[in-house]
């Protein structure tokens, strides 16, 4: 299948190497133009994938089958938006990012839109990828234009499994939002592991309670006991993990705060709800972002 995914930082790069390895033409797209990339994956069982990608050809992407994109939610509409006119508009999208409101910034959506979230956990030191975590990549269509393309989560589980098709993903994407918006601000304000957040139990609560509160106002099940049992699930999964956003703000890079707890809050205030702990949370760390002197080089930074 000819491929191509845009967006190479360290999961983007799993997808390269599975989907490579897999046999399927597959090339990487760069904010800066370049003509390949040196692909550079280390399994966890002591695989290794070491290859040469090609890359930013508007040939390959104007023929391209389906179309990965692998940024963090702030850069999506930036990078996505000049690229639509090239990308044949039978030709699904796949956006995998942490967070929810890309789709809105994309205006109508003339193409195939999937979207999908992933547990898959990796890191990147000196561009060698480390896959420290197996994972599910949950995945569905958002608009009925989309409806068709479940085939794709087979295609995507046998390059990297696993891979599960959902009819309603806004609901699983939702689920993980909620998990974002308690995890990842905590770890920042607390500085420490996801699995150190076992401390912070009425904090938790307090965060389930008001998410679940927008949630149920949104028209979606919202099942308190059972998103508590799920996320504390995920602190116990990812107990040595640091959080992708606090990772972001010890390496001074913009957050995906806007996307996740700010996402929440502007529903929230639709359906007139406070929600004064993710309130606070989110000026903790909008406050910490306005510190980094390199902010604004880093929105320009390569993706
Ligand atoms: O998705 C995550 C992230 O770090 O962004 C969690 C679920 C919190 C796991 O670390």
Redesign the pocket.
């Known amino acids: 299948m000819k491929i191509t995914l845009i967006g190479c930082g360290a999961i983007g790069k799993l997808w390269l190497a599975a989907l490579s390895s897999q046999g399927h033409d597959i090339q990487g797209w760069l904010r800066m133009a370049q003509s390949d990339l040196f692909v550079d994956v280390n399994e966890p069982d002591g695989q290794v994938f070491r290859e040469l990608i090609p890359c930013n050809s508007h040939q390959h992407l104007h023929s391209s089958e389906l179309v990965i994109v692998c940024l963090k939610a702030w850069q999506v509409s930036d990078a996505l938006l000049p690229l639509l006119a090239i990308i044949p508009e039978s030709s699904p999208i796949l956006l995998l990012h942490?967070g929810l409101g890309t789709l809105e910034e994309l205006g109508t959506l003339r193409h195939p839109f999937l979207c999908g979230v992933t547990t898959h956990a990796a890191w990147q030191d000196n561009n060698q990828v480390f896959h420290v975590a197996h994972g599910v990549t949950h995945i569905g269509a958002v608009n009925s234009l989309a409806e068709s393309y479940y085939p794709i989560a087979n295609i995507l589980h046998d390059a990297l499994p696993d891979v599960a098709w959902h009819n309603q993903i806004l609901n699983t994407s939702w689920r993980k939002l909620m998990?974002?918006c308690v995890?990842?601000p905590l770890t920042i304000e607390h500085n420490c592991a996801?699995g150190a957040l076992v401390h912070y139990p009425e904090q938790i609560a307090l965060l389930i309670d008001e998410c679940c509160q927008v949630m149920s106002a949104e028209g979606l099940h919202a099942d308190k006991t059972e998103l508590t049992e799920y996320i504390y699930g995920?602190i116990h999964s990812?107990a040595e993990?640091y959080?992708?956003?606090l990772q972001d703000v010890r390496n001074h890079r913009r957050t995906e705060i806007d996307y996740i707890t700010g996402f929440l809050i502007k529903k929230a205030r639709a359906h007139g709800l406070a929600t004064p702990e993710n309130d606070r949370l989110y000026h903790l760390i909008k406050n910490r972002e306005q510190r980094y002197d390199n902010l604004r080089a880093d929105m320009h930074r390569q993706w």
Request: proline share 0%.
């Open positions: 942490n998990a974002n995890i990842n996801n995920i990812s993990n959080s992708s956003m």
